[in-house]
């Protein structure tokens, strides 16, 4: 049962947000496309291990989801003409027919970004439902109890349904209210693609990949919006390390230790080529492309003594000014204590510890066991150092941390 459930959590990782976005394109409500959807699975736990795992998962996951829709609408005696065109559908459909149109996961993200919705809801719902996450890692990501998450989900549902809102893209009039959720939300994918705040795995390629073309097929949608062409650069700038952060046991292997003849210099020239048609559009540099820009530094600087650590730390500053957050000062920080030295940046973290803004979460005390194991203050450090790995979600990299104290 266990190896099967593993599949089952294997083929809804990949194939989730297409199902959902195909029975939302079918129903046009949104909590009923995933409620069928997890009923579905649930019959996949009970029916794979006697009957085996279908040739095309995704497709039977489907056809069973909308089976069960057909179900509802019979019981509610309604809709009955719609009923009877897909039960049409249904008897001539075969598993070969799953073939989700390319922009549905994009409606599905458009939808989920509603204006009726608040931005905090809008990324909950998205992550649920196009990311697949869970109610405790999306808390993780949020840095909210998992109650508020669970709350705030239920409470969209509610309130698509009872805003009658299409599952559709909006009119490119419209495009402009939802734009800054969507982008938000991409990233917050993509950022869980890139470093998943729980489990085993150290980096989760479906998800930042499935981002990654979200984003590219926004930028094609929308090419004067230099947001987009700069949110693009940043995703394709990281995703071009993903085969070096990981060694072949899984473990982290951090930027400094990264073997840099394995980034991918192809996904590095689109990223520059991304940015660039951000800067041509000639709006100034939103909070995405210097985010793209920072990430540019890393990307093409041959080591990390040779990063340009001063305009790192310059474009920490700019990125503070227009989109302030700890996580952005936690960086700024890191980034000063390479270009001047550990004493002033540790200033800049004991002013985030006091704030108590990233309280509960593990960046805080692994940048400050690295700030005092540079000083020397080497019990101290072990300490932030075993109190990070205790907060960090992700195992992979818990065991970096311990390992970092134990070598103190």
Not at 47 to 73: H, S, Y
Not at 192 to 201: M, V
Request: proline share 4%.
């Amino acid at each position: 049962m266990s190896d099967i459930r593993g599949t089952v959590d294997a083929v809804w990782r990949i194939e989730g947000a297409q199902v959902v976005a195909t029975l939302a394109r079918m129903t046009g409500d949104l909590g009923l496309a995933e409620d069928l959807a997890q009923e579905a699975v649930a019959d996949a736990l009970t029916q794979w291990p006697e009957a085996g795992v279908p040739r095309n998962a995704g497709a039977w996951l489907t056809a069973v989801a909308k089976r069960r829709a057909i179900d509802t609408w019979r019981r509610q005696e309604r809709l009955q003409e719609r009923y009877r065109t897909m039960a049409h559908d249904l008897t001539e459909a075969a598993e070969d027919e799953w073939q989700p149109i390319e922009d549905d996961v994009l409606r599905l993200v458009f939808t989920a970004c509603h204006p009726v919705l608040s931005r905090e809801t809008q990324v909950c719902l998205t992550l649920r439902v196009v990311g697949g996450l869970t109610s405790e890692e999306i808390a993780r990501i949020m840095l909210v109890p998992v109650p508020t998450v669970q709350a705030r989900i239920t409470r969209a549902k509610k309130t698509l349904a009872a805003s009658r809102v299409p599952f559709e893209a909006p009119e490119q009039t419209e495009w402009q209210d939802r734009l800054g959720g969507v982008l938000g939300v991409v990233y917050a994918v993509f950022t869980e693609g890139y470093a998943a705040t729980s489990g085993q795995r150290w980096i989760r390629p479906d998800l930042a990949n499935e981002a990654l073309r979200l984003g590219r097929v926004l930028a094609r949608l929308l090419p004067r919006e230099s947001e987009v062409h700069g949110l693009v650069a940043l995703m394709e700038f990281q995703a071009s390390r993903f085969a070096a952060r990981v060694a072949a046991d899984g473990s982290p292997v951090l930027l400094a230790d990264q073997d840099r003849s394995r980034w991918d210099r192809a996904q590095i020239r689109r990223g520059q080529a991304a940015l660039a048609r951000a800067d041509q559009v000639g709006r100034g540099r939103g909070s995405y492309a210097l985010q793209a820009a920072l990430a540019e530094c890393h990307a093409v600087a041959r080591s990390v003594a040779e990063t340009d650590w001063e305009r790192i730390v310059l474009l920490y500053e700019a990125l503070g000014r227009i989109a302030p957050s700890p996580v952005v000062e936690l960086n700024r920080a890191v980034a000063v204590s390479m270009a001047t030295g550990p004493a002033s940046a540790l200033r800049i973290v004991d002013q985030l510890s006091s704030a108590g803004t990233l309280r509960g979460s593990h960046l805080l005390p692994s940048v400050r066991g690295e700030l005092l194991a540079q000083l020397g203050r080497t019990e101290e450090a072990r300490s932030e150092l075993v109190t990070a790995a205790g907060l960090a979600s992700n195992e992979r990299e818990a065991e970096v941390l311990r390992a970092k104290a134990a070598d103190l």
